[in-house]
């Protein structure tokens, strides 16, 4: 079973975040131009909350709030749930499925940063799994 620790290592991209003053508009553009869907929100290097796609739609666009004059904080979501470099890809699928997440921090025991992962890095990893199990289940029985 492939774990948390063995997706960040393979993570070539870093690490995209923004400050709870930052306006709306920049976190946008962030997610934008790194072309991904969630940036975490950091302060003082500790995680206070993460801004998504689906903060954007629901916190910004359908309340006709102006994104150059909203800041992130204001729209940000601050119950955010994390997850360790020990759990295995499927316990975060799991908690994704449950929560309706799709991207998850990456924490370690004293709360510092370490990266953060998506629905897709962890489906990605599954169906690597499963391709591999396959593989052997193919070589076992014609062998």
Request: proline share 3%; hydrophobic share 40%; with cysteine.
């Amino acid at each position: 079973m492939k774990t948390i620790a063995q997706i960040l290592s393979q993570k070539t991209r870093p690490l995209t975040t923004v400050a709870p003053g930052d306006t709306v508009q920049r976190a946008i553009e962030l997610m934008r131009e790194q072309d991904i869907g969630a940036v975490m929100v950091v302060d003082n290097d500790k995680l206070t909350g993460i801004f998504t796609e689906r903060d954007c739609v629901h916190k910004v666009s359908s309340l006709s709030r102006n994104p150059k004059e909203t800041i992130v904080s204001e729209v940000m979501s601050t119950k955010v749930r994390y997850v360790t470099t020990s759990m295995e890809v499927s316990q975060c699928l799991a908690l994704m499925t449950e929560r309706f997440f799709r991207h998850l921090p990456v924490l370690d025991e004293q709360k510092n940063i370490l990266g953060i992962v998506s629905i897709g890095d962890l489906v990605k990893a599954k169906l690597s799994e499963q391709d591999f199990i396959i593989e052997q289940m193919e070589r076992y029985i014609t062998s």
